[in-house]
């Protein structure tokens, strides 16, 4: 049993989170360019248009909370992720879909 003053050895657990963010920022990214290429055609209607504008905002939110999260977890005792913080990555994640659906439909 450690103190709780005593230096704490995380392992490698905080490198899986980092790749686990990292991850997931690239499939947002996959997610946004494919909006971008759906939307790319002769014919661009205002739908489409709003689609892709609120994906792109909403991408750019997600990268700020994901680096924001990469950066926190470097330090030598990682605090964990805040409510506000899983609230907003969750939202970001479910508008970008419900975006990304808005645009192919």
């Known amino acids: 049993m450690t103190a709780p003053g005593a230096a704490r050895d995380p392992g490698l657990q905080p490198e899986r989170t980092r790749l686990a963010w990292r991850r997931t920022t690239l499939s947002c990214t996959v997610v946004a360019v494919l909006a971008v290429k759906a ?3 002769d014919e661009i209607t205002a ?3 709003t689609g892709l504008a609120l994906s ?3 991408w750019v939110a997600f990268l ?4 924001r999260r990469i950066r926190s977890l470097g330090a030598a005792r990682p605090l964990p992720l805040s409510h506000r913080g ?3 990555a969750a939202g970001c994640t479910i508008a970008l879909a419900v975006f990304g659906a808005a645009v192919i439909w």
């Open 39 to 41: 939307t790319v055609s």
């Open 47 to 49: 739908k489409e248009l």
């Open 56 to 58: 792109s905002l909403v």
């Open 64 to 67: 700020a909370v994901a680096h």
């Open 86 to 88: 899983a609230l907003l």
